[in-house]
């Protein structure tokens, strides 16, 4: 047994359970607390999710003991298993304490601890996910992209941190992080945090501070111990070999306390502020500059001048609202859903409060409603909220995704623009590209793109740029059918939409599927015209698209220098924008090389 899961004799059950672990992290309210490692407990649980959908293929593949291994042992064939249960049951306890740990509840040492305790499980994951078994197991190609995805944040992550002492590593590993930290979850209080609203004017001397850290290095490096020299039985030594394989520690390290929290980099100007926190000066002031929102604190929230704004009254108003959308009155749900979605257009500071009143995971739960009305707003409250850049992921945690999805394919006309604009806000961060084009939301999009209204396509078009970045979302829009799409805007009279077709085409070029498709739907004759015709931008991205199409093929060359593309070409050398002469000058160059290639 480890930790409760059995290694082998019932793999389909053993992974259902950790697939129900995956499931308490994942609904964890770590996006709702204030305190220190707000952002920490995020990233990890959004990390975290990534893995539901590798664990229920694993889960399908059939018991993991009964499964083909090239080992005669079935318990040695199933470590990478204990691994991954022992690093998944380690962020779930690192996770209950962290997510309400604030600065008053505990001396600096624990928060040291804690933070330590991010790096170890950080790399435990990231290590666990490497040594899976890929090949037993029918895993498909989005779930690839997503761990391959969470595994470079989680190396990221841990990278971020520095070196680390394998010794004390695995001793963090080892121990219960209550016990680690020195406190329990009934002693950890809420407590907001104060926030100066000026900067301590007071200034460190820069050389002071670097000599100092000079004599910390002399005394740390005598500390750390060269993971060459710990051993240790079973796991932990083959842990540590593959550790030692990455990386060894080097030989001077610097301490965290000398790190800016904002830069992460070493101060050399450093401030402190009325907290006790220190900061390099031209960041704080910077963060200060850009007005960058901290959420609630004590009913307050800081505005564009360094001031706090009391919002204690709008926070009783609308925490009244969020409970009336779980009325059992359809009437009374609706009003209250259409005040959150005004609400939540009008301000920052409103998306914030209405975020903390837990208004996002009810709002999802509408998104399913039969009534009409409701279902718009409460889209469009999702939308508006999506727009502060910590919603995104309160919004992913809730689950929104597959009903969006929903709302996209048979939702109001009005309702399927908002989906679709939500999914453009929400694929702004890189993971979410992965999970939105695995969800079946392309298609959708790409019927709306074609039948949808005036703003409908052109917000389906801003998604499907967006998602297309992400080299494995462009096959699935080619085989959306959206290349036939895209040459209907390019074709139609009233060139409305020519940029955006253009624009799409331009990242779908490179992709070797997308590329067949484009020259199958005779789109080059049409690009070659818009180099005689279209606007400055047009012909920028025309020249572009079909380089693309011509590198290493020269029947495509063949063809546009047959279609009489060298006249255009060269004028848009002379007189394009600077991006459209470099891609006329490079497709020139292929044309002038054209019969050597021929001959080859």
């Known amino acids: ?144 992209e997503q761990v391959v995805l969470a595994r470079s944040q989680l190396k990221r992550a841990t990278e971020r941190y520095g070196s680390m002492n394998s010794r004390n590593f695995f001793h963090a590993l080892s ?58 039985e079973g796991q932990e030594n083959s842990a540590i070999k593959s550790m030692a394989e990455i990386k ?50 004590n009913g307050k929230i800081k505005k564009s001048d360094g001031s706090f704004r009391d919002v204690s009254g709008d926070v009783v108003a609308i925490e009244a609202l ?47 409603t039969d009534d009409v009305m409701t279902q718009e707003h409460a889209v469009t409250a999702i939308l508006n909220l999506s727009i502060y850049e910590n919603n995104k992921g309160l919004i992913m945690l809730a689950g929104a995704i597959p009903s969006i999805v929903q709302i996209l394919r048979a939702g109001s006309m009005e309702a399927r623009e908002n989906a679709a604009a939500t999914l453009f806000s929400l694929s702004l961060l890189d993971e979410n590209k992965i999970i939105i084009g695995a969800s079946g939301a392309i298609p959708a999009l790409v019927d709306l793109l074609q039948n ?29 059918g959206i290349i036939s799409a895209l040459l209907k805007m390019l074709t139609d009279s009233r060139n409305c939409m020519v940029d955006e077709a253009l624009t799409i085409l331009s990242v779908l070029a490179s992709n070797p599927e997308a590329k067949i498709a484009i020259v199958k739907a005779s789109t080059i004759p049409v690009l070659i015209d818009l180099l005689r015709t ?16 011509c590198k290493r093929d020269t029947e495509n060359l063949a063809c546009i220098s047959r279609l009489g593309a060298v006249v255009p070409l060269t004028e848009l050398t002379k007189s394009g924008t600077e991006r459209a002469k470099r891609k006329a000058t490079s497709l020139l160059e292929h044309l002038h090389k054209l019969p050597q290639l021929q001959q080859v």
């Open 1 to 144: 047994m480890v930790g409760g899961f059995t290694l082998a004799g019932a793999g389909e059950r053993t992974a259902d359970s950790v697939i129900e672990v995956v499931g308490e992290i994942t609904g964890m309210s770590c996006g709702n607390g204030r305190g220190v490692f707000k952002k920490e407990c995020m990233d990890l649980v959004r990390r975290i999710a990534l893995l539901k959908h590798l664990l229920e293929e694993i889960r399908d593949s059939g018991p993991l003991d009964v499964l083909p291994s090239e080992s005669s042992s079935s318990t040695t064939s199933l470590l990478w298993w204990n691994d991954l249960v022992v690093a998944l049951q380690a962020s779930k306890r690192l996770l209950a304490v962290a997510c309400c740990y604030s600065s008053g509840d505990s001396s600096d040492e624990a928060a040291e601890k804690i933070s330590f305790q991010f790096q170890c499980v950080m790399w435990k994951l990231e290590k666990a996910l490497g040594n899976i078994p890929y090949d037993r197991f029918d895993i498909s190609e989005e779930v690839q």
């Open 175 to 232: 121990q219960p992080l209550e016990n680690e930290v020195s406190i329990t979850n009934h002693e950890v209080k809420a407590k907001a945090n104060h926030v100066p609203d000026t900067i301590d004017s007071e200034r460190h001397d820069a050389d002071q501070m670097i000599n100092k850290l000079e004599r910390r290095f002399s005394s740390v490096s005598s500390e750390v111990c060269p993971s060459d020299d710990v051993v240790a």
């Open 248 to 297: 060894k520690p080097d030989a001077l390290i610097i301490p965290a306390d000398f790190l800016c929290p904002i830069s992460l980099e070493l101060m050399r100007d450093p401030v402190i502020v009325a907290t006790g926190q220190t900061y390099e000066r031209s960041y704080i002031q910077r963060w200060i500059d850009c007005s960058n929102p901290i959420g609630l604190a």
């Open 322 to 368: 969020v409970r009336k959308l779980s009325s059992r009155s359809v009437e009374e749900r609706r009003a209250a859903v259409a005040e959150i979605r005004s609400l939540s257009k009008r301000s920052t500071d409103n998306r914030i409060i209405i975020a903390e009143a837990g208004a996002i995971p009810v709002l999802v739960n509408l998104l399913t």
């Open 452 to 480: 949808g209204s005036t703003r409908g396509r052109k917000d389906a078009a801003t998604a499907l740029f967006n998602l297309c970045i992400y080299m494995g979302n462009k096959g699935r829009a080619v085989r959306a």
């Open 534 to 549: 279209g606007l400055p931008r047009n012909k920028e991205n025309a020249a572009a698209i079909l380089l693309s199409l």
